[in-house]
C-alpha cells in the first residue's frame, strides 16, 4: 500500500499526517472520491448557470432588423418574435444542459473508477458495442431527435405557429426533439414525429398576405371601379386599431386579376401579421360591400 502512494500526492500527505501505511490509501482514496464528486457537481452548477445566463440574454435580446413600414414596427411583432426567441432558447438552453450533465457527471464516474483500480476499458467497449446495438434498433428515434435538433437550431417553427407538416396541418402547441404537437381547426390533436416531417409550410413567420377578389359586370367603368376600391384600400389603412394590430402595409388595389364575358375580377392584396389574413379578408370584404352598394354596383359570380 506505501508503494501505491509514491505518486500520489493526497495519498502521500495522509500517510504523513496519519503515519499509518496501512489504511491512510484508503482514506485518502476515499477523500479523492469525494473530492472528484464534488468538484463534478461544482462544474455542472456552474456550467448550467452560464446556460441559463446565455439562454436569458438570447431571450431578451436581439432587434426586428426588418421593417414593414416606415417608423417602428408594431407591436404585435415584437411579442411574436420576442415569443419565438424564448421557446427557442430555453429549448435549446434544456438541451445544452442535458448534454453538459452527462459529459460532466460521466466523467466524473469513469474517473472514480480508474481511482477504484477498476478496469473501464472493458466497460467502454461494452458500452459502445451497447450504444452501436441501440442505434440499430432505434434508426428511427435518432432520426427524429436529429430532425428536432435541426428544426430548432433553424428555427423553422415555434410553439403558436400555424404549419402545414404534410400529415396534418393546425396549430403548434409543443415542441420537442422527438415529436411536435399540433391542434388543427376542428380540435384535433396531431403528434408528429419530427423524422416523418420532409417539409414544412409556415404560415406564421414575418408576414402573411390577404387577398380578396371582387367580381364585377363586365360593362362596370373600370376606372371608377379601380378608384372606389383604393378608396376603400387608403380608409382601412387610416383606421388605426387595424394598421397597428393586424395590417402592417398599405393595401393595393392589384387591378383586374380575370376576365371573362360576364365578368371583371378586381383584386386587393394586403399585407399583415402572421396569421392575421383571414380576419383582415372578412374586414376588407364587409368594407368594399358597403362601398358597392353605395355606388350601385353589383357583384356578379366569376367565371
Known amino acids: 500500500m506505501a508503494q501505491a502512494c509514491q505518486n500520489d500526492p493526497i495519498c502521500s500527505s495522509f500517510v504523513g499526517m496519519l503515519d499509518n501505511a496501512t489504511w491512510a490509501p484508503l482514506v485518502a482514496s476515499g477523500v479523492t472520491i469525494v473530492l472528484i464528486l464534488v468538484l463534478a457537481f461544482v462544474v455542472r452548477n456552474i456550467t448550467h448557470r452560464i446556460i441559463t445566463r446565455v439562454v436569458n440574454r438570447a431571450a431578451s435580446s436581439g432587434s426586428i432588423a426588418h421593417r414593414f413600414r416606415k417608423g417602428a414596427a408594431p407591436d404585435g411583432i415584437d411579442v411574436l418574435l420576442h415569443e419565438r426567441r424564448k421557446q427557442r432558447a430555453e429549448t435549446m438552453g434544456s438541451v445544452l444542459k442535458h448534454v453538459a450533465s452527462i459529459v460532466i457527471l460521466g466523467t466524473a464516474v469513469l474517473t472514480v473508477l480508474d481511482r477504484l483500480t477498476i478496469p473501464i476499458a472493458p466497460l467502454l467497449t461494452s458500452v459502445g458495442i451497447l450504444g452501436v446495438a441501440i442505434g440499430f434498433g432505434a434508426q428511427e428515434l435518432v432520426k427524429d431527435f436529429i430532425a428536432?435538433?435541426?428544426?430548432?437550431?433553424?428555427?423553422?417553427?415555434?410553439?403558436?405557429?400555424?404549419?402545414?407538416?404534410?400529415?396534418?396541418?393546425g396549430t403548434v402547441e409543443a415542441?420537442?426533439?422527438?415529436?411536435?404537437?399540433?391542434?388543427?381547426?376542428?380540435?384535433?390533436?396531431?403528434?408528429?414525429?419530427?423524422?416523418?416531417?420532409?417539409?414544412?409550410?409556415?404560415?406564421?413567420?414575418?408576414?402573411?398576405?390577404?387577398?380578396?377578389?371582387?367580381?364585377?359586370?363586365?360593362?362596370?367603368?373600370?376606372?371608377?371601379?379601380?378608384?372606389?376600391?383604393?378608396?376603400?384600400?387608403?380608409?382601412?389603412?387610416?383606421?388605426?386599431?387595424?394598421?397597428?394590430?393586424?395590417?402592417?402595409?398599405?393595401?393595393?388595389?392589384?387591378?383586374?386579376?380575370?376576365?371573362?364575358?360576364?365578368?371583371?375580377?378586381?383584386?386587393?392584396?394586403?399585407?399583415?401579421?402572421?396569421?392575421?389574413?383571414?380576419?383582415?379578408?372578412?374586414?376588407?370584404?364587409?368594407?368594399?360591400?358597403?362601398?358597392?352598394?353605395?355606388?350601385?354596383?353589383?357583384?356578379?359570380?366569376?367565371?
Do not use: C, H
Open 148 to 169: 428536432g435538433m435541426f428544426m430548432l437550431l433553424e428555427d423553422q417553427y415555434g410553439v403558436g405557429d400555424v404549419i402545414d407538416a404534410g400529415a396534418a396541418v
Open 175 to 303: 415542441v420537442t426533439l422527438r415529436v411536435t404537437r399540433l391542434r388543427d381547426a376542428d380540435g384535433r390533436v396531431w403528434y408528429v414525429r419530427n423524422g416523418t416531417i420532409t417539409r414544412v409550410g409556415n404560415e406564421s413567420q414575418g408576414w402573411s398576405r390577404a387577398y380578396v377578389d371582387v367580381p364585377v359586370p363586365y360593362d362596370s367603368d373600370v376606372a371608377s371601379v379601380r378608384e372606389l376600391l383604393e378608396g376603400v384600400a387608403e380608409k382601412i389603412w387610416a383606421d388605426t386599431e387595424l394598421r397597428e394590430s393586424k395590417i402592417v402595409e398599405e393595401p393595393q388595389v392589384v387591378g383586374v386579376e380575370q376576365l371573362s364575358d360576364s365578368s371583371l375580377v378586381f383584386r386587393i392584396s394586403a399585407k399583415t401579421l402572421p396569421s392575421a389574413q383571414a380576419e383582415v379578408s372578412r374586414e376588407l370584404r364587409l368594407r368594399v360591400k358597403s362601398a358597392l352598394d353605395s355606388a350601385g354596383i353589383a357583384l356578379v359570380g366569376s367565371a
